[in-house]
């Protein structure tokens, strides 16, 4: 039963992982998107990127605090051991890792000159980071709902 768990674990976050590259991708295509006018915001973008990258990565690492702060509980616990719980620290990871790479780029953008082709694709990944940090983010509240659900006492 366990690696059936775990299965369909790994098969959800790779799903949810390829639907926000999915979504990235279209806008990327859609005419709503145009990357120089982006480009026009200059470090005001950058600066809310980091800020917002920095707050959603704060917030999941308080979400696996949580976790490890309630593993005590039984519910949790069992939870725990039969792998249920295992995409929501794996989701946490990626969005923190995604928001790390969104701030990271951000700052090389603002700190250096580069080259055109070298910008666009930096914002890119900026961009791109930041949706994948947002659907990471979404799914960890709901991973999140759901064990404090469990805690209620019936």
Known sequence: MRKITERKNWIKLFAV????SGVTVALFNSTLFDIQQIKMLGSDFHYNAISMSATIGGF???GIS???????KDRIKR???????NNLHR??????ISNVA???????LMILELDDKVTEKLLYIEISSLIVGIVFFSWCIKQLAF???????K
């Open 91 to 96: 989701a946490a990871i990626v969005g923190m």
């Open 66 to 72: 949580i976790l490890i702060s309630t593993i005590d």
């Open 79 to 85: 939870l725990w051991d039969n792998d249920y719980l």
């Open 60 to 62: 999941l690492f308080t």
């Open 102 to 108: 969104s701030i990271v780029s951000a700052f090389f």
């Open 147 to 153: 064990i404090m659900r469990k805690l209620k006492d």
């Open 17 to 20: 992982l390829l639907l926000s």
